[in-house]
């Protein structure tokens, strides 16, 4: 199974800050991730796919960048509404797909 | 509006079964390849099993095979998952998703919380 890791875990940031999260695959993915953003108590949400496309809708101050193992995830000036937990998701090989762990934003 | 509405969660005691049903509107669910995530208390996401829009080839994790079978009834737009010999570790919130493209999840249901416990 290829396995992902996010890093870090748990960010602490300000409103209007530049922030990155960084996600590594065990084994190259090509451009095969997603990012994904869950508030408490809500489903997951996709915000961008093949590594690098918004996802309709999304404001586009997220932005994904990557290819092969290592991926990020930036958010170009954090909003209010982006205190949340984000996961990135490799579906280079389809059994299984794997998430990252997760990482959370908060204040 | 695309809707994915999961039912059939409870509680379970240990090594009992539940089957989960998902019922899905707004697109045509023949065309798209399905799964259920599931995410533990305040734990991360889980891929369970994921199934093919078509002909009905299944992808479980190594965690449940054998014990979870993913189906579908593409006449009824109904998505199942047949969980047997529930452990504790399967306790959980399981979402019924939507694949899209290669395949990352476009659409997420609201989600239904499976408790296995004595």
């Given amino acids: 199974d290829i396995q992902m890791t996010q890093s870090p875990s748990t960010l602490s940031a300000s409103v209007g800050d530049r922030v990155t999260i960084t996600c590594r695959a065990t084994q190259s993915v090509n451009t095969w991730l997603a990012w994904y ?7 997951p949400n996709l915000l961008i796919y093949d590594a690098s496309t918004l996802e309709s809708g999304v404001p586009s101050r997220f932005s994904g960048s990557g290819s092969g193992t290592e991926f990020t995830l930036t958010i170009s000036s954090l909003q209010p509404d982006d ?5 990135c998701q490799q579906y280079n090989s389809y059994s299984p797909l794997t998430f990252g762990g997760g990482t959370k934003v908060e204040i | 509006e695309v809707q994915l509405l999961e039912s059939g969660g409870g509680l379970v005691q240990p090594g009992g079964s539940l089957r989960l049903s998902c019922t899905v509107s707004g697109f ?23 199934i093919s829009s078509n002909d009905g080839n299944t ?5 449940v095979k054998g014990r979870f079978t993913i189906s579908r009834d593409n006449s009824k737009n109904m998505l199942y998952l ?3 010999g529930l452990r504790a570790e399967d ?8 694949l899209r493209g290669y395949f990352y999840i476009d659409v997420w249901g609201t989600g239904t919380t499976v408790t296995v416990s004595s």
């Fill in chain 1, 37 to 43: 953003q869950q508030k408490p108590g809500k489903a």
């Fill in chain 1, 83 to 87: 205190f949340a937990t984000y996961y």
């Fill in chain 2, 28 to 50: 045509s669910f023949s065309d798209y390849a399905m799964a259920w995530v599931r995410q533990a208390p305040g734990k991360g996401l889980e891929w369970v099993p994921g």
């Fill in chain 2, 91 to 98: 306790t959980a919130i399981y979402y019924c998703v939507k």
């Fill in chain 2, 59 to 63: 992808y479980h994790a190594d965690s």
């Fill in chain 2, 82 to 84: 047949q969980m047997n």
